[in-house]
């Protein structure tokens, strides 16, 4: 084994699972570092809680392997793994306080009563509940019992974390804070984390490492500023990045240095790679890359707008044109339906993509 091989706590090689003729993962390659905070993210039934519970032993896989800290553990039972699945909080056991929620494992694993009290004050200190340990769950608030959840697992000290979408019924503004708590509770005990969200925001903002599935396949992972710099496909572009990418159909200019897009006004702009004239593409422009500016300005796209949506800090605007398109401006541009303006984007700002296969088109 060489070291690479010796650092990966979790490895997925050639992974699939059907249920009956359903083909739920196809081909799934991943491999997870030692002490890596991996989010599993993709639309709903993509595969992201079958990807999970195959690797924590719930559901067999129908063929691949699948290693656990250098053992295969294809055929080895949910709780030999060492793998700790980490509930929504409403898994809590309501009738027990939450010393005896945190300890319940260990109790069945007939650890002494000294030894269980000890392990809940040092699990309770690091979740920061130390006063709280003698109530019951209905007297904790939402985000209290997030963690008494996370407690329960910490306390088995295993070689990894596994989350599915253990935030999904907090309101907004407790997830926020939840998210931070849990990235820096996985900082703090070091631990490998494997994270299940449909939520991209939350993706991008907790992983170290984001993988994207669509339909039982892996399309892209990566670093999370790389896959919104450098999606592979039209699929990842449009997934990462809130609002999404507007794609638009173009051809390439004689030239091969610009595109001209099927827009209203059939502009041309330039792009940073050359290409063959008079190819087809599809141009994915980022609404956050569209840069307002007056009517007539030159090297600008002149637009119409259709719709304008204010929220205060930022404002979305819509133009006239099929296919519609979104703009991001700052909160302070003021605009109305029907304006005529400008918009402008840098050549670096245009992901180009083949329009049969949806591939980005790499640098030539
Ligand atoms: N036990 C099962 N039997 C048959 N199909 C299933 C079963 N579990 C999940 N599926 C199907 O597999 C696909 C992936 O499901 P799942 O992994 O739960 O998706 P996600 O967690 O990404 O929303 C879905 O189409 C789902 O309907
Ligand atoms: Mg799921």
Do not use: W
Not at 18 to 44: D, E
Not at 157 to 185: G, T
């Amino acid at each position: 084994m060489n070291n690479k091989q010796e650092n990966m706590q979790i490895e997925f090689v050639d992974v699939d699972k059907f249920y009956g003729a359903f083909h739920a993962l196809k081909s799934i390659n991943l491999s997870i570092p030692k002490g890596h905070f991996v989010a599993l993210v993709g639309p709903s039934g993509c595969g992201k809680s079958t990807l999970l519970r195959s690797l924590a032993g719930l559901e067999d896989i129908s063929s691949g392997k699948i290693n656990v800290g250098g053992q295969t553990v294809n055929d080895m039972p949910p709780r030999k793994r060492d793998l700790a699945m980490v509930f929504q909080s409403y898994a809590l056991y309501p009738h027990m306080n939450v010393r005896d929620n945190l300890t319940y494992a260990l109790r069945l694993k007939k650890v002494s009563k000294a030894e269980r009290a000890k392990k809940a004050d040092e699990v309770a200190s690091v979740i920061g509940l130390e006063d709280l340990l003698d109530r019951k769950p209905k007297e904790l608030s939402g985000g209290q019992r997030q963690r008494v959840a996370m407690g329960r697992a910490i306390i088995r000290e295993p070689q990894a974390f596994l989350f599915d979408e253990p935030l999904s019924n907090l309101d907004a503004s407790l997830r926020v804070r939840m998210r931070k708590e849990i990235r820096a509770l996985h900082e703090r005990i070091g631990s490998t984390s494997v994270y299940v969200t449909h939520d991209q925001v939350e993706a991008m903002t907790m992983a170290d490492h984001v993988v994207v599935m669509r339909a039982g396949v892996i399309e892209q992972q990566g670093p999370p500023l790389e896959l919104y710099e450098k999606p592979a496909n039209c699929f990842v572009g449009g997934f990462i990045g809130s609002p999404a990418m507007n794609f638009v159909p173009a051809t390439v200019d004689a030239d091969g240095n610009s595109v001209t897009l099927k827009l209203d006004s059939s502009p041309s702009v330039p792009i940073a790679k050359k290409l063959q004239g008079g190819r087809s593409v599809l141009a994915g422009l980022r609404p956050e890359h569209l840069e307002l500016c007056a009517k007539n300005t030159k090297g600008s796209i002149p637009i119409t707008l259709s719709a304008v949506e204010a929220t205060g800090s930022i404002t979305f605007l819509f133009t006239s044109d099929t296919p519609e398109m979104v703009i991001v401006a700052d909160g302070n541009q003021i605009a109305n339906d029907g304006d005529r303006l400008g918009m402008k984007i840098t050549p670096e700002n245009v992901h180009l993509f083949d329009p049969e296969t949806e591939l980005a088109i790499g640098e030539t």
